[in-house]
């Protein structure tokens, strides 16, 4: 610059060097609010802290209209939500700005408000933010709360980190809208929601009808797209309190994309993902494919495949209602079973109902659920003449239909089966065409069912060889008690261990390299856990149970009883098991971040977990918890949650691991009382630890622990203050009641912007720790505290243990400079 060469003395001279640096500044240091007596005109725009969005002014494509909103920040127009989407502005004489009542309003030329926040209690001081989220923010500024934000009134696209949602008590609801046009971002008729059902779902709306489902949610996938693998990557999620609320969120895991969903004005729901190089947005997926994506296609009772012509086709046992429409191909009135069940009929003569099977189909609509687990779906659908249709899906459990069924359509890939119900004579019955071409195959058919015939025979020898084995070597029985006790407890919870692969000692050997001690990952409760490589170059982590104690033995056959039932994005996955003479091993998918615990007491790798990475492992963990507690439709309790026992993947989101003191619980019952108290010193609630009684509030308890331990970088049992030697959660206590909770945050993440989540956070834990059971929030009441800035949250009560002090043992492990050695000590107390 020309100024550095000369040596400025004059005052004024400095004066207008200091306002055209402000003023540059203004210009391109990015700016991103708007407050009290500022305004934007239009072509002005606001950018968000880290560019990614910007909020001003706009015209869509062909269009000289001018609208305001919030737009990627990108090279190609694309506006993710409108303000005044009904009411253009016809000219480029329009400002933005913050009204005196503290609204945020739009005015036009002649300085008419054309739309406005519409918050109708007065704010003396308020500002607009527009957040690298894309979230245009109104707060208060004399207590920081939110008092408006876009992501709360959607347009038509759905971002990271908003909230589609619905409920069904307050009747709110946060909708996506299509545009009219391309050309016109005014309300047009298609709109999409998600259904807080028995089973959530989402929807497309076209004027009120439906136009689109997605399938019913299983708590990880819509079961109804066959190409939810890329939108499951992308982390969507349902959140569902059972209680007549659910929202559907996403998290995009690579943050260096741009990515997201909009229900374009033609009622397809679009994902789009941009690309540098083309310098345009990809379509990468689409609800609507082909005909069949239409809801309801084909009518009630008619299966849609886009492969066959024509489209439509009866279920079997069905015939159209109107055979000339149908020939016409007009499918809109379906079709009708042929014959009456037999218990329509009013002589109940002849043989019992029976079902037939549609393999991989999109499930019908209106599903009823069956709540009750493990129930014989098919017996429960014959014993009510009302129930024409059953399913089974892992996840979700039984699912049932009565009236009608309606939006069937064949997947190419995957979908659950669905048995519709018939009247027998129409199960064995055979047109006679039929007839004459079964016997041209029969021949063929013959010789492929007899080599079936015959692997089978082996297969299943082979298989229940090795069942009993299994089962023998588990609870250490002989052949002739194996009948009995193995069943037992075989039966007892409906465990299907033919389900789980078995692996083969030798394989396990040679991937782990004879378990080398190289491989070894780390040393759980009952024995080893080594690293390993399948041939086909999958990775795996082995946990071995130790040959010597016999101790393992029922935490084992538990493990794989309460895991190899549960699939959820923040439950580590269990790829199969192996049993040979006295070694019984579990085979998990290999975890390339080891265990939370490693990265967040380890001085080094805690600067990796950042506070936005932490503030998603915490609710990594309470969605995995919650899936236990609630989703699963089993009831788990965890009974161990600890940091050690949370496993990071390759983009560090948790997994809950180690489910060999899992407990499940029976349908209606709440808490349970052992004798025998497993668990980790620091993690056990007073109830468990001193009487042995155990409830969900345990893992509520222990996730409390957790987050406080995420939050400080500090574990619980280890913590040293000054002189004081306090747990953590009793110095998280002091300062809480000091008013200096910030102060418990760990130091390398500290920064005074997150003060506010930190103290919601804080509160949570606190919440979570309570002494009496009663008092801490359920897992799902924990989640939506966590996720939602606008809950008032009550004041937490003291938790346990805050008056007491360390015992010497643990004094020395903290004291131990190297904190990497130092870890959780497992108790186990048998007796009272
Ligand atoms: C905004 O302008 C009005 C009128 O000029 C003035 O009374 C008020 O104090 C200003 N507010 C702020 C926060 O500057
Ligand atoms: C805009 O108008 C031009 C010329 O009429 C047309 O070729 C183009 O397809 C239009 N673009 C859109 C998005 O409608
Ligand atoms: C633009 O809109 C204003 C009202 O908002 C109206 O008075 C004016 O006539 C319009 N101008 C044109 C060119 O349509
Ligand atoms: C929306 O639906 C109404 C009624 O069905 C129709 O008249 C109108 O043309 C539709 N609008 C668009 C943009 O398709
Ligand atoms: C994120 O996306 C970029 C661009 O597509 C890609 O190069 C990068 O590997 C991705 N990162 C991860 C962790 O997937
Ligand atoms: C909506 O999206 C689908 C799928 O990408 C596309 O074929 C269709 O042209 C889009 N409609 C409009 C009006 O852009
Ligand atoms: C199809 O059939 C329905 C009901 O019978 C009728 O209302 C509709 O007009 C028909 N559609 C066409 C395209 O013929
Ligand atoms: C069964 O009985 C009811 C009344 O008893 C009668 O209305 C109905 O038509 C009968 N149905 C058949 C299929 O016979
Ligand atoms: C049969 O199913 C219907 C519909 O799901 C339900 O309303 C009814 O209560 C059931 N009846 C019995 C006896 O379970």
């Not at 819509?222 to 190409?227: A, E, S, V």
């Not at 131990?816 to 130092?822: H, M, Y």
């Given at each position: 610059m020309g100024f550095s060469h000369h040596t400025i003395s004059c005052p004024m001279l400095r004066a207008l060097l200091v306002i055209i640096c402000s003023c540059f500044l203004r210009f391109t240091a990015a700016i991103d609010t708007i407050r009290v007596n500022q305004s934007i005109r239009d072509p002005e725009t606001l950018i968000s802290y880290g560019q990614k969005f910007k909020f001003g002014f706009f015209s869509p494509v062909n269009s000289s209209y001018r609208y305001v909103g919030v737009m990627f920040n990108v090279p190609v127009i694309t506006a993710i939500w409108v303000a005044n989407r009904e009411k253009p502005l016809n000219d480029s004489t329009g400002t933005v700005e913050i009204s005196g009542d503290g609204n945020l309003v739009i005015m036009d030329g002649q300085k008419e408000i054309i739309w406005s926040s519409n918050i109708l209690s007065y704010v003396k001081d308020s500002s607009a933010v527009i957040l690298d989220t894309g979230n245009l923010v109104l707060q208060d500024n004399s207590n920081g709360r939110t008092i408006w934000q876009s992501f709360e009134h959607a347009s038509d696209s759905f971002v990271e980190k908003m909230k589609i949602s619905t409920d069904l008590r307050t009747n709110e609801k946060n909708i996506l809208t299509s545009w009219r046009s391309p050309q016109d971002p005014g309300l047009g008729n298609f709109t999409s929601t998600v259904e807080p059902l028995v089973i959530p779902q989402s929807f497309v709306w076209k004027n009120g009808y439906p136009y689109w489902r997605s399938g019913p949610w299983n708590g990880q996938i819509?079961?109804?797209?066959?190409?939810m693998k890329s939108f499951y990557k992308h982390g969507m999620d349902v959140v569902n309190d059972h209680l007549g609320s659910a929202y559907l969120i996403f998290a995009n895991l690579n943050s260096s994309v741009f990515l997201y969903y909009v229900l374009n004005s033609s009622g397809n729901l679009v994902e789009k993902l941009w690309s540098d190089e083309k310098g345009a947005w990809l379509v990468t997926w689409s609800s609507i494919v082909n005909e069949c994506d239409i809801y309801g296609r084909c009518g009630p009772f008619a299966c849609c495949n886009a492969q066959d012509e024509p489209i439509c086709t009866c279920f079997p046992g069905y015939e159209p209602i109107n055979k000339d429409e149908w020939s016409a191909e007009n499918w809109t009135s379906g079709c009708t079973r042929i014959t009456p069940l037999r218990c329509e009929r009013n002589n109940s003569a002849g043989k019992e109902d029976g079902f037939l099977k549609l393999s991989q189909v999109k499930v019908p609509d209106h599903v009823k659920w069956l709540p009750a687990p493990d129930v014989d779906c098919r017996r429960q659908c014959l014993s009510n003449?009302?129930?024409i249709a059953y399913a089974y899906y892992a996840g979700i459990g039984c699912m049932t239909w009565a009236e009608s069924l309606i939006d069937v359509q064949k997947l190419s890939d995957g979908g659950p089966d669905l048995y519709i119900r018939l009247a027998h004579s129409e199960l064995g019955d055979k047109k006679y065409w039929k007839v004459i071409t079964a016997a041209i195959v029969v021949l063929a058919f013959i010789t492929i069912l007899l080599c079936a015939h015959f692997l089978r025979k082996l297969f299943s020898q082979d298989q229940r060889k090795r069942k009993t084995e299994l089962i023998q070597s588990a609870t250490g029985k002989t052949d002739a008690e194996y009948s009995e006790v193995g069943i037992a407890k075989h039966n007892m919870h409906g465990v299907k261990l033919e389900a789980l692969p078995l692996f083969k000692l030798g394989t396990l050997s040679h991937a782990t390299r004879k378990f080398d001690s190289m491989n070894k990952l780390g040393q759980g409760g009952f024995g080893p856990v080594y690293k390993g490589k399948l041939p086909n170059g999958q990775e795996i982590a082995v946990k071995r149970m130790a040959r010597s104690s016999n101790q393992g033995v029922e935490e084992f056959m538990n493990e794989v009883e309460v895991i190899s039932k549960l699939q959820h994005r923040n439950l580590v996955r269990l790829l199969g098991c192996c049993v040979e003479h006295a070694e019984k091993m579990l085979v998990y998918e290999y975890m390339p971040n080891g265990s939370l615990d490693s990265y967040l007491f380890d001085s080094c790798k805690q600067q990796l977990l950042d506070w936005q990475t932490r503030l998603a492992i915490i609710e990594g963990i309470c969605r995995g918890l919650l899936y236990l507690h609630?989703?699963?439709?089993?009831?788990?309790?965890?009974?161990?949650?600890?940091a050690s026992n949370i496993l990071l993947d390759e983009e560090l989101n948790p997994k809950i691991s180690d489910f060999g003191m899992a407990r499940i619980f029976c349908c209606k019952e709440d808490q349970a009382n052992t004798t025998r108290v497993v668990g980790t010193y620091g993690y056990m609630p007073p109830e468990y630890a001193l009487r042995g009684i155990f409830s969900e509030k345990s893992d509520v308890y222990s996730f409390g622990v957790l987050l406080l331990e995420i939050l400080s970088g500090k574990r619980n049992t280890s913590f040293y203050h000054e002189d004081q030697q306090l747990f953590l959660i009793a110095y998280a206590w002091k300062l809480w009641n000091e008013n200096k909770i910030m102060n418990l945050i760990d130091p390398i993440i500290?920064?005074?912007?997150?003060e506010s989540d930190v103290v919601r956070y804080a509160n949570v834990g606190l919440l979570c720790i309570?002494?009496?059971?009663?008092d801490r929030p359920h897992i799902s009441a924990v989640l939506s505290m966590l996720s939602s800035e606008s809950v008032v949250l009550p004041r937490p009560k003291q938790p346990p243990f805050s008056a007491i002090q360390m015992s010497p043992e643990t004094e020395y492990s903290q004291m131990?400079?190297?904190?990497?050695?130092?870890k959780d000590v497992a108790v186990t107390i048998v007796g009272r």
């Open positions: 819509f079961i109804g797209m066959p190409y003449c009302s129930c609630r989703d699963s439709r089993l009831r788990i309790i965890h009974r161990d949650l600890k500290y920064d005074p912007r997150v309570q002494e009496i059971a009663a131990t400079p190297d904190l990497c050695s130092v």
